[in-house]
């Protein structure tokens, strides 16, 4: 009876809360009460905006894939959909095996505990990794948020489950760690009678839009100034019925994160790859030559999912040497890379995944130069010895390589030497003697660095000064 009362003045408290927002965005946006907006609704003018350049330097971003999915922890994130919607025949059969009849998606919830969530542990990890940003998952298309949302439904963190506000807990611990902060949010849910009805309507009406989308938008800006808005489930229906135009408007001009806040480019039907601060255009994206807008590449070391997987093999992980090289594509061609993990129902997180973390971070403790702040240059990479990755910063040109010569000789075809150039080795305090390559080109002496007082054992990078 008491724990009723309580779950009863927190929905009303919390409706309250949620009300003062929307008197703030009505009197933001009341002629004559705010400063002239900067952008208008349409994309022409949003998609003008400069990109907060804290996003470009930082390159680096953990994703964090967690919800009621990990609960049952099998196949992927979208077990809801691969049951219910697609009916599976090996997830209808692993219900059968491990659940009793008339068990439902929902009751899942209660499972989800998250009690051995350290929210601190958990930012000391990102840190280490070298992850300049964050992004969690604050609801995915299951509906379930990982915020006491007052439009959920009591379908949430705090009513239900962990009974803790997730999204706030990591928000503080990263923050104290100047780690940028982030949040996934999926426009649509799969279940949600609200959405169904306007679906069946043809994205005629708009009640899901405004009764749920549009409403933790607007709260999880209010309440917790992420600085990135990772939208997803925009695939089915057009960016006018989610009012994406309107929301961005609005986060740009009046929002508490107006001159930070980044938005990825899924906004609607057709808008991936095509709208938004940068693009991410489909999982995994990796184009193979420079691009003129600026782009992420997303992906998870679980190489079959994004939520956690209780039957995952390491063999169906990205090693280090794949993380490695996958970073470089992406660094070199001028993107950012947001690689992903999947935590526990329990709230802790694998050991390998974090043996992965802990080991991209010591590689950039000591190549970071090359990566963090760097631009790409003239030539991205290169194939002379084995695979080379070029970035710059300023007049220096970086050279990174994963696999050591066979001749301790790195050759390199693209930098134009001078009667200036210098070569270093990241970590490595001695300048490397150097020669002029035929019929062009510069060739490294690696020799002169003993093997065991190598700055680390995978992947190295030479820096070039004086050099065009």
Not at 78 to 87: K, Q
Request: net charge neutral.
């Amino acid at each position: 009876m008491v724990m009723e009362a309580v779950r009863t003045w927190r929905r009303w408290s919390w409706s309250w809360s949620w009300w003062w927002v929307w008197v703030w965005v009505w009197v933001t946006l009341w002629p004559g009460t705010a400063p002239h907006p900067s952008y208008t609704p349409d994309w022409a003018s949003l998609d003008a905006r400069p990109l907060p350049e804290w996003y470009d330097e930082s390159k680096i971003g953990v994703f964090l894939h967690w919800g009621v999915f990990s609960v049952p922890s099998y196949r992927s994130e979208w077990f809801w959909w691969d049951w219910e919607g697609l009916h599976s025949p090996d997830i209808l059969t692993f219900m059968e095996r491990n659940y009793k009849s008339g068990f439902t998606y929902p009751d899942f919830a209660s499972q989800f505990t998250a009690e051995f969530f350290d929210p601190d542990q958990w930012a000391d990890l990102i840190q280490d990794s070298g992850a300049r940003y964050v992004v969690l998952t604050s609801k995915h298309h299951e509906g379930f948020t990982n915020w006491p949302s007052p439009v959920s439904w009591n379908w949430n963190s705090v009513d239900t489950g962990p009974h803790r506000d997730l999204v706030g807990d990591l928000a503080t611990a990263v923050r104290k760690r100047n780690i940028h902060y982030g949040v996934y949010h999926s426009l649509l849910e799969w279940f949600n009678p609200l959405y169904m009805k306007d679906k069946k309507n043809n994205f005629k009406t708009q009640e899901f839009v405004m009764r749920k989308t549009m409403p933790e938008l607007y709260e999880l800006v209010m309440r917790y100034k992420p600085e990135i808005i990772w939208s997803d489930g925009d695939w089915e229906a057009p960016d006018s019925y989610w009012n994406s135009t309107e929301f961005l408007a609005w986060l740009y001009n009046y929002s508490p994160v107006k001159d930070t806040v980044v938005t990825n480019d899924r906004w609607g039907v057709g808008c991936r790859c095509k709208h938004g601060g940068f693009f991410n255009c489909d999982d995994k994206y990796s184009p193979s030559k420079l691009q003129n807008h600026k782009w992420e590449m997303c992906t998870s070391i679980d190489k079959r999912s994004w939520g956690y997987r209780r039957n995952m093999k390491l063999n169906e992980m990205m090693d280090l040497p794949t993380i490695l090289s996958s970073l470089m594509d992406t660094i070199s061609y001028g993107g950012n890379f947001l690689l992903n993990i999947g935590p526990t129902k329990e709230g802790t997180i694998a050991p390998a995944f974090q043996q992965s973390l802990h080991g991209l971070g010591q590689w950039l403790r000591v190549n970071g130069e090359a990566v963090y702040a760097s631009k790409p240059w003239r030539v991205q990479q290169e194939n002379s010895t084995d695979r080379v990755w070029y970035t710059s910063k300023g007049s220096a040109v970086y050279a990174t390589f994963l696999n050591w010569p066979e001749t301790n000789t790195l050759t390199l075809q693209s930098p134009e030497v001078t009667s200036t150039t210098q070569v270093t080795m990241l970590g490595v305090s001695q300048p490397l003697k150097w020669s002029h390559s035929s019929p062009k080109g510069i060739s490294i002496m690696l020799s002169s660095i003993p093997w065991p007082t190598l700055p680390s054992r995978l992947g190295w990078t030479v820096k070039l000064e004086g050099v065009f």
